[in-house]
């Protein structure tokens, strides 16, 4: 069973910076899309980025110029650089990982955005 464990989440300030990693227990062959989702309290799952195989991108359009996600297929491991932070920030974020048709969540890291 592959496990994705995330690590860089904590407490910052409004307008920092965070970068969340994800790597898996054991490298993942032909890895389709890697991304990151979030949920806050009270509110559903929700997508933040995604990056395919082919290194196309898609983000959640309050990201858009203050998140990058970035992925290493060989190892197995995605990343979120996350600037320029706001308290709506705020959630647990869940790094996902699509070998079709099977789909992994890690189990996720708290990233706390003060004002």
């Known amino acids: 069973q592959v496990q994705l464990v995330e690590s860089g989440g904590g407490l910052v300030q409004a307008g920092g910076s965070l970068r969340l990693s994800c790597a898996a227990s054991?490298?993942?062959?032909?890895?389709?899309?890697m991304g990151w989702y979030r949920q806050a309290p009270g509110k559903q799952r929700e997508l933040v980025a995604l990056?395919?195989?082919?290194?196309?991108?898609n983000y959640k359009d309050s990201v858009k110029g203050r998140f990058t996600i970035s992925r290493d297929s060989a190892k197995s491991t995605v990343s979120l650089q996350m600037n320029n932070l706001k308290p709506e920030d705020t959630a647990v974020y869940y790094c996902?990982?699509?070998?079709?048709?099977?789909?992994?969540w890690g189990q996720g890291t708290q990233v706390t955005v003060s004002s």
């Open positions: 054991e490298t993942i062959l032909s890895i389709n899309t």
């Open positions: 990056i395919g195989s082919d290194g196309s991108t």
């Open positions: 996902y990982v699509l070998q079709a048709p099977h789909g992994y």
